[in-house]
């Protein structure tokens, strides 16, 4: 037995590609984690013929559960509920008690707007009459509560279809709420239930992984009953592993055979990045940056988390030669015989990081991100990058990055945190 | 008549939602330039059964195009090739030459591959006998020659099938010589040719447009010919439109009442991002920034275009009040009397800004990014901007943003790339 079940996203700005979709793949993780098969998601615009052929082609595809998310709005062009009634043979039927709740919505919205903009001159009976629409449910729905202005329904049957809002901020709670709900539960009966984990690495090339994986194929029994996925992402290798839970031992003789075989590369095996890491290292210490080619992108991804700002000092975008100079102290003398671009001005920087900010941590980036500035012997891609504490722990690489400009900036900051995370590990 | 085109995305790892597709938006984008109209997007796995089905249902709703992404390695489960040989009526054909020319592109990424790693010691011919599935073609397609390894195809018919393979970086290009075949001309030969134009505008809530936008209703002639899409992000309004060429006149008009109504707001109406404006505007200027709650974000935004040394000389992340204090040169008074997030103070900043780093222009941001630090006087979301110039010109405003912490400072970078607009601008 099994549950199998299709995703629906509606919205032509979707559709278009001008707005990047977060429902798919938020709903495609939610139903992976419930252990129901995901078969396929599909995309439309508002056109009610066309989500009804998505909803047709997927119910012919046996699916068990169809969510759809986007147009559930009062315009004239929101149609999911009315196209999902239609498919599910069941009449649109006026709830007055949802649209008091509604009406309740809109009256407390409106009140925030007036206190906002009394310019704004809104006829609230129009706003009514238009929101008449968002109570019109399919006979013997559950309703889902609105989060914002819109709620969602469940339609039990074959398969079961649930309706939500496109909003991700809406969408998201409501899904909860749905999956709480008989209809769903009936539906997703079948579900196998998986363990998922994670493994990262860094520092390893894909191929090097393929071969590793298939030693494993070899070597451990029940290798086939761990279904992994490998995604290289940043210079990051994730491996993620699905298995029923009696698989536990296979998979626990994965981990250890990827440890044994990369015991530099494999970083993470509880999911955490190397962001949660090097946060946890930095406690009770200070951090200031020094950056080139990556000019601020270290600094802004440090800061990405809340509470950062009781270990980041701060740090300086030393793009030109003499803000290295000026701000960070380095060597005119040094810049002249080795060039912006090497390890002893990079090594300069993060000292000059450290004393200026008066901090124990320090991290300096200075490369070429191109498209200009390359030459034979330092071509686009070269970066130099320099990790200094205030015990005199110093850490000095270079590296060749692959990709545009924006990779290599990109691939910089991160081969900065897995620097900052050796040079801070206690080993 | 006109042209419909449908898209398949297969990958478990797009299905899943743990790779961001960039396929889909990349050709709606592309079948939207050409006048091709998009019925559906859909996403599927690498099982065989799930993309005939999805080809099916496509050629089911008459489309006269079908686009693949994806599934054309040389490994087993690649089998998209195959699934639509299977779909099209058609044989597998050896092509010998073809597979003459990916056993060269083979041992020419082996050798450089060597050059890099001898230790990488691999069989070429068990190689060149899992790459041979990749030579095998539809009979009577023609063939795209690959970017990377994989050659795409296009299969003519009703629906023409064009089949490209998964990285962007392969797919792109090889899109382009698609669109070139008699085979892809003849099956979009019905397509309508539009014009497409973009209006941007900053500081005015979508509410505002929309009554604009209903105002132009009723006030221009021929409105509906015109389709419009609009769409928030980041702080900034982006207004596409979509006409046939002889409709010129009815868009020159909407423009028209855009700039009437909101001079200020209206930024671009030729598709420039504030991105080139402020790129432009600094030509033979040097730009310096002091950063708190962005924190290196706006100085990574000046920096992610090509050729930006030519004006960024950098800038501090003062996190730290020490930091604003040692590095910037702000008066411990001023903290203590206005905090760190005031508008003082972020003059104070901007000042030290151009002072240290001998520049003309100079941007700061100090605010309060949250979740927490926030207080009754200066919520979460609270930022101090000022941008100074060496002639003595100064803007500083203070803003309220709404969001969470990211969203705060990615708002927070798009409204400092305004404010330089708006003070470097010739009025």
Known sequence: MSARAGIVVTGTEVLTGRVQDRNGPFLADQ?????????????????PADIAAQLRFLAGEGVNLIVTSGGLGPTADDMTVATVAEFCGRDLILDTALEERIADILRRLMRAR???????????????????????????????????????????????????????????????RAVATAAVQEAIAGRTRYRQETVRMFGLPESGLAETLREGELRIDGFDRLEITTCLRRGELEIVTRYEPDAADVYAELVDLLRSHHPREVFSTDGSLVDDQVAALLAGRTIATAESCTAGMVAARLTDRAG?????????VSYSNQAKIDLLGVDPALLDAHGAVSEPVAEAMAAGALARFGADTAVATTGIAGPGGGSPEKPVGTVCFSVRLADGTSVTRTLLLPGDRSDVRERSTTVAMHLLRGALRPE
Chains 1, 2 share one sequence.
């Open 31 to 47: 139903l992976l984690d419930l252990g129901v098969e995901l078969a396929h998601v599909t995309i439309c615009g508002d056109r």
């Open 114 to 176: 007036g206190v906002a903009s009394a310019s704004q001159d809104v006829d609230f009976d129009a706003v009514l009459a238009a929101n008449r629409k968002q109570a019109m449910v399919p006979a013997g729905a559950e309703i889902l509560d609105p989060v914002g202005t819109a709620p969602g329904v469940v339609v039990p049957g074959s398969p079961t279809v649930v309706v939500l809002p496109g909003p991700p901020r809406e969408l998201q709670p409501m899904w909860s």
């Open 308 to 316: 950062s700002s009781a270990y980041v000092a701060g740090g300086v």
